[in-house]
């Protein structure tokens, strides 16, 4: 942990000469995150958006600590707004999963299948669709999911099968 201290206290330093630095501002973020200090990450990377908007990187990682905080509708707002500078499978998969944290199914089958149309072989939002189907009570499709993955012997294979069986 030290060097992460020592790091910490560089980005300090940096922000004090040029505090409307948006990267020094994100790295500062990524270094609280490794110190544990969730709030003053999430601090950091709000001042690197509030600065440069379309700061992609700093939009994940804020939408991603709100989430570890189970903070899902601000975590939705970050991925929402990385749809537009990212619009990539792993952001939509992300905000699918915001969307089942809220109780928002359909809105979530719709990320899933707009991250599965990104990259159909990315598992992980396939076993998320089928976790939306379930919730939003169509099993048959969270059959075929399930199906789906275990023909490319995915490990959410498992997963799934074990929601499937509840």
Same mark, same amino acid.
Request: net charge negative.
């Given at each position: 942990?030290g060097?992460f201290?020592?790091?910490?206290?560089?980005f300090?330093q940096?922000?004090?000469l040029d505090?409307?630095?948006?990267?020094t501002?994100y !790295?500062?973020?990524?270094t609280l995150?490794?110190l =544990? %200090?969730?709030d003053e990450?999430?601090?950091?990377?709000k001042?690197?958006?509030g600065?440069k908007?379309d700061?992609?990187?700093?939009?994940?990682?804020? $939408?991603?600590?709100y *989430?570890?905080?189970?903070?899902?509708a601000?975590?939705?707002?970050?991925f929402? $707004?990385l749809r537009?500078?990212r619009?990539?499978?792993?952001t939509?998969?992300?905000?699918?999963?915001?969307y089942?944290?809220?109780?928002?199914p359909?809105?979530?089958?719709l990320a *899933?299948?707009?991250a599965? $149309?990104?990259?159909?072989n990315?598992?992980?939002?396939? *076993?998320?669709? $089928?976790r939306?189907?379930?919730? !939003? =009570?169509?099993?048959?499709?969270a059959?075929?999911q399930?199906?789906?993955? %275990?023909?490319s012997r !995915?490990d959410?294979?498992?997963?799934l099968?074990?929601l499937l069986?509840?």
């Amino acid at each position: 942990m030290g060097q992460f201290n020592e790091a910490a206290e560089a980005f300090r330093q940096a922000l004090r000469l040029d505090e409307n630095a948006p990267d020094t501002q994100y !790295s500062y973020g990524l270094t609280l995150n490794k110190l =544990g %200090r969730h709030d003053e990450e999430i601090l950091a990377y709000k001042r690197a958006i509030g600065l440069k908007p379309d700061h992609a990187n700093a939009l994940e990682k804020l $939408g991603q600590a709100y *989430f570890r905080q189970k903070r899902w509708a601000e975590a939705a707002n970050a991925f929402e $707004g990385l749809r537009t500078y990212r619009p990539d499978a792993k952001t939509y998969n992300a905000l699918g999963e915001c969307y089942l944290e809220l109780d928002r199914p359909e809105d979530a089958l719709l990320a *899933f299948n707009n991250a599965l $149309g990104y990259d159909p072989n990315l598992d992980q939002a396939r *076993f998320n669709l $089928g976790r939306a189907y379930l919730r !939003s =009570g169509n099993k048959e499709m969270a059959q075929v999911q399930y199906e789906i993955l %275990r023909n490319s012997r !995915s490990d959410w294979a498992d997963r799934l099968l074990v929601l499937l069986n509840q």
